[in-house]
């Protein structure tokens, strides 16, 4: 399974960006996504994530209310809406894919995720 993330750049502060991260080859029958992120000298952090059902979701309390996580599988692409940038959203972000059982799963940490994308560099400026 390969999976390409694309959206990031540059913003300036209280703008708009959306990501996308489609996946390809055999990709599983079921399988969660989730968006992570990492700024320079700090950990990889959950920014959010979706189950195979698209309705059981899980944000981060740093972007709650801010981003929305959605999903189209027949297109097998998972979209990351990040409003009301901030600074503090600077980072590389990840996209992830886990192969799941069942369709309502979310999955909260990086180490069961299967599949990693490149990552997307996101800028905000003031």
């Known amino acids: 399974v390969q999976l390409q993330a694309s959206g990031g750049g540059s913003v300036q502060a209280g703008g708009s960006l959306r990501l996308s991260c489609v996946a390809s080859?055999?990709?599983?029958?079921?399988?969660?996504m989730g968006w992570f992120r990492q700024a320079p000298g700090k950990e990889r952090e959950i920014v959010a994530a979706?189950?195979?059902?698209?309705?059981?979701?899980y944000y981060a309390d740093s972007v709650k209310g801010r981003f929305t996580i959605s999903r189209h599988n027949a297109a097998n692409t998972v979209y990351l809406q990040m409003d009301s940038l901030k600074l503090e959203d600077t980072a590389v972000y990840y996209c992830?894919?886990?192969?799941?059982?069942?369709?309502?799963?979310?999955?909260?940490?990086?180490?069961?995720?299967?599949?990693w994308g490149q990552g997307t560099q996101v800028t905000v400026s003031s």
């Open positions: 080859g055999r990709t599983p029958s079921k399988y969660a």
């Open positions: 979706i189950g195979w059902n698209g309705r059981s979701t």
């Open positions: 992830a894919a886990d192969s799941v059982p069942l369709d309502t799963i979310v999955v909260l940490t990086p180490g069961p995720y299967d599949y």
